[in-house]
């Protein structure tokens, strides 16, 4: 199964048990330590995991995770999120306000 894991500051781990999902959280130093232990390198930005059969070290660790009740996380709406792309566009547009102010657009109050 192929894989390609942006660094995060969590991942939300699902699994099923007795036919009903479950979730654990782990931080993201948990995750690159188990992706180490399972022969994968852990230096590229996303992680790249590619197999057929999930390694026993990743299959040991995602068994035993300790499960949360993924109700009490607090849900983000997209527009809450901020990525790399947001933040370059928003640095473009301001850089571009300032190298040509004739640009910039000013909300009115109507």
């Not at 699902?14 to 232990?37: D, T």
């Amino acid at each position: 199964m192929p894989v390609l894991l942006p660094k995060v500051d969590y991942v939300l781990v699902g699994r099923y048990i007795s036919g009903e999902p479950r979730f654990g959280l782990a931080p993201w130093s948990e995750v690159a330590e188990i992706v180490e232990r399972a022969g994968f390198g852990t230096t590229n930005d996303p992680l790249k995991l590619a197999y057929f059969t999930t390694p026993l070290p990743i299959a040991d660790w995602v068994a035993h995770i300790p499960m949360i009740d993924i109700g009490a996380l607090e849900q983000l709406r997209a527009d809450q999120i901020l990525d790399d792309e947001l933040i370059a566009a928003a640095q473009e547009s301001i850089k571009r306000d300032n190298d040509d102010p004739s640009t910039m657009t000013i909300p009115s109050n109507s």
